[in-house]
């Protein structure tokens, strides 16, 4: 036996082409109803499908956090510092109370729940205008 002599042990059937009228009736052999007896229409490729399954985040440039500066009261600062100790980013991060955000460090804002009673130095911070005027009444310095 040679290669050419070979034959397939089924025979082939002619495959059914289906909605072109003729004697398959008014469905065609496609059923009634549903997404496989419309045209053109076949199952959604399985990469689309995750994709639309994702929560979608809106808005230009999603979770942009860096505008945000870190938050810090003054009762904190009350517990952590010593009286004419400097308050600045460097220290709050020495101190861990604040923690890098992306490998920089972040910027702080001071707001004036508490009290303070120590006169401090602060530096490269913002304030709110309460807390501005309690680091005032205390004593503290502001740069």
Do not use: D, W
């Amino acid at each position: 036996m040679q290669l050419h002599e070979l034959k397939p042990k089924f025979k082939s059937r002619k495959k059914k082409r289906v909605g072109r009228g003729g004697k398959r009736g008014t469905f065609s052999g496609r059923g009634i109803k549903g997404q496989h007896s419309r045209s053109g229409r076949k199952f959604m490729p399985v990469v689309r499908e995750t994709i639309k399954r994702y929560p979608k985040l809106r808005g230009y440039r999603f979770n942009a956090k860096e505008g945000k500066p870190t938050v810090i009261n003054l009762e904190t600062l009350e517990k952590k510092f010593q009286e004419n100790e400097v308050v600045s980013p460097k220290t709050l991060l020495q101190k861990r109370i604040i923690r890098r955000i992306k490998g920089k460090l972040p910027e702080v804002k001071i707001l004036a729940k508490g009290a303070i009673k120590k006169s401090i130095i602060f530096e490269n911070c913002q304030f709110s205008k309460k807390a501005k005027e309690e680091i005032e009444k205390a004593g503290g310095k502001i740069k």
